[in-house]
Structure formats: structure tokens, C-alpha cells
């Protein structure tokens, strides 16, 4: 083989490859992202468990049509009544990122975790009351607030939010 022929098939692997991973579905081509102004959010089946709570981050498409969503919503402790951060964000943890559509009303979930802030010592944590959470929507730079009120750690040497990808 000569240099240029391996060059040539070497270019068209990486095209092919660049192209799967980039475009998207043709589900995806004909149905837009789901923004910001498209979902509603929400934390719902909140409960107890050892040393934290338990529940789902909701994102409920509002809109008249059908969009999709993939990936980690963006989730912070918000408080001061100013929406200044409280702590550290969340921590994703691991689970299977699958791309959702949403028809109107319809809504996808991500497991979220959040620890009592008294497992850890005061001096460490710097107790502070939240006044909710601040969750950005996959690949969006706005965000939503859900008033929660709780107690955060204010350092952000302690990770007291964990959240996984949504689902269905």
C-alpha cells in the first residue's frame, strides 16, 4: 500500500467515526433539544435512607411538541434568598446515558442523593440553611430553581449532592 492510499482510508475511518458519534439520530434531526423554556422541574418521591434522602430530579416537557434530552442535569444547594451556591454541585454518579423523547407532558427522571449534613463534623461542613436547587437542564447554560428547604455544607471540600443520568 502506498502512503497515500493509507492516508486516504485512514481520513475516511476517521470521518465515519467522527460522524456517528457526532450527528444525530434522524429522531433526533427531525425533533428539537429540549431547552430550558421546554421543562419543568421538579424533585418528587423524596424519602429517607441512611444518613441521606432519596428522590427523583423531574424534568417535564411543558411545550406543545415533542423534544429530547440526554444526559446529567446540572444540580446545586442555592440560598442566602439571593441564589448564591451553597457547597459544592452535585456528583455525578455513574449510570447509562440513553437519549429521551419527550412527548408534551411527559417527563424523565435522575436519581438523586442528598446527605445529611450532620454526618460530618461542624467545623468541616459549615452548616447553612438552603433555600432550594439550582438544576440546569442538559446542555443548557440557563437553570431552574426548586425551592427545597434544607441544610447544606457550605465548604466545598464535602460533596453532599449526587445525581445520575435521566431516564425513563
Given at each position: 500500500m502506498t502512503k497515500k492510499l493509507i492516508l486516504t482510508m485512514t481520513s475516511a475511518a476517521a470521518l465515519t467515526v467522527a460522524t456517528l458519534v457526532l450527528?444525530?439520530?434522524?429522531a433526533q434531526a427531525a425533533t428539537p433539544r429540549c431547552t430550558?423554556?421546554?421543562l419543568a422541574a421538579s424533585l418528587v418521591n423524596v424519602q429517607g435512607a441512611a444518613g441521606s434522602r432519596i428522590g427523583d430530579l423531574r424534568l417535564t416537557n411543558i411545550s406543545r411538541g415533542?423534544?429530547?434530552t440526554r444526559?446529567?442535569?446540572g444540580v446545586s444547594y442555592v440560598g442566602l434568598g439571593n441564589g448564591t451556591q451553597i457547597g459544592r454541585a452535585a456528583t455525578?454518579?455513574?449510570?447509562a446515558v440513553t437519549t429521551i423523547t419527550l412527548a408534551p407532558r411527559q417527563h424523565a427522571?435522575?436519581?438523586i442523593r442528598l446527605v445529611n449534613v450532620h454526618n460530618y463534623a461542624a467545623s468541616v461542613c459549615r452548616p447553612t440553611p438552603v433555600d432550594g436547587l439550582r438544576v440546569y437542564v442538559p446542555g443548557s447554560t440557563l437553570a431552574k430553581f426548586i425551592p427545597y428547604r434544607t441544610t447544606g455544607c457550605r465548604s466545598t471540600s464535602i460533596t453532599t449532592l449526587f445525581v445520575k443520568p435521566l431516564a425513563r
Open positions: 450527528a444525530p439520530s434522524s430550558n423554556a421546554k415533542q423534544c429530547w444526559g446529567y442535569p455525578w454518579d455513574a449510570g427522571d435522575a436519581p
